[in-house]
Nanobody
Framework: QVQLVESGGGLVQAGGSLRLSCAAS????????MGWFRQAPGKEREFVAA????????NYADSVKGRFSISGDNTETTVFLQMNSLKAEDTAVYYC?????????????????WGQGTQVTVSS
């Protein structure tokens, strides 16, 4: 059974930074895709960033390019999302997900396990 546990969310002022972590058990992500999605109140869940095996391929939503960075640790069981220059529109619940096969990382349908989510609130 694969389990994902996110942490690192919180309240931050606009322009500030946060680092989200996602600890995975039951599947080492070296062979799979890991992604971050977010959902703001009243909006659909949207793609944020994804990373492929060994971290050699990453993809980002246009809205976060240049501000967010996805990476994994050496054990390949934890993935991070470094979020800089945060804006009020980044406020959302952030979800970590893992998928059995890297396709593009963009689509929620590529992922089969999801974490419970962590709240990120950016005050303006």
């Amino acid at each position: 059974q694969v389990q994902l546990v996110e942490s690192g969310g919180g309240l931050v002022q606009a322009g500030g930074s946060l680092r989200l972590s996602c600890a995975a058990s039951g599947r080492t992500f070296s062979n799979y895709a890991m992604g971050w999605f977010r959902q703001a109140p009243g909006k659909e869940r949207e793609f944020v960033a994804a990373i492929r095996r060994s971290g050699r391929t990453t993809n980002y939503a246009d809205s976060v390019k240049g501000r967010f960075s996805i990476s994994g640790d050496n054990t390949e069981t934890t993935v991070f999302l470094q979020m800089n220059s945060l804006k009020a529109e980044d406020t959302a619940v952030y979800y970590c997900a893992t998928g059995p096969k890297w396709i593009s990382g963009y689509r929620a349908s590529e992922y089969d396990y999801w974490g419970q989510g962590t709240q990120v609130t950016v005050s303006s």
